[in-house]
């Protein structure tokens, strides 16, 4: 059964945003990662400060609901009003991530295209030809923990 959650982008206070959230929600985090966790890319080092941004949040906050979030890294990801978040798609399966891929990107702008990750899963972001920005995520059982 699919899943969709809204995943909140935000200039470097998401930490201090879901804090925020949790005191208001109660509850508490299922899963918090920071940049300076990720294995180290060539060519791309990052600073001290880029370091301790959160890089995925996960806050359940209703057994249907979940709140994600991450800093933004980029100047060209500089977060504004209207692209500060995504429509978060949690599938059952690889052909299910595959399809809604497929049907959702046609015509929009693929930011990341679908593959395995460091973290498990199966995933892809794009933004649609309405501007709407998506993410599909499959976590293959076989992978996670």
Do not use: R
């Not at 791309?44 to 906050?61: A, G, Q, T, Y």
């Not at 609901?65 to 949690?90: A, R």
């Not at 690889?94 to 049907?103: C, P, R, W």
């Amino acid at each position: 059964m699919k899943t969709v959650n809204i995943y909140l982008i935000f200039n470097g206070n998401c930490g201090e945003a879901f804090q925020f959230y949790k005191n208001a929600f109660g509850g508490d985090f299922e899963m918090i990662a920071k940049f300076g966790e990720m294995p180290p890319q060539e060519g791309k080092e990052l600073s001290e400060e880029d370091k301790e941004k959160i890089m995925h949040v996960k806050f359940p906050i209703s057994a249907e609901t979940v709140l994600y979030g991450s800093d933004s890294l980029t100047p060209e990801q500089q977060v504004t009003f209207g692209n500060n978040f995504s429509i978060s798609i949690n599938v059952d399966s690889k052909n299910e991530a595959d399809h809604l891929f497929a049907k959702l990107s046609d015509g929009g702008n693929v930011k990341m295209p679908l593959q395995d990750t460091f973290w498990g899963a199966y995933f892809g972001m794009w933004t649609d030809q309405f501007g709407v920005n998506w993410m599909v995520n499959y976590d293959d059982p076989d992978k996670t923990q």
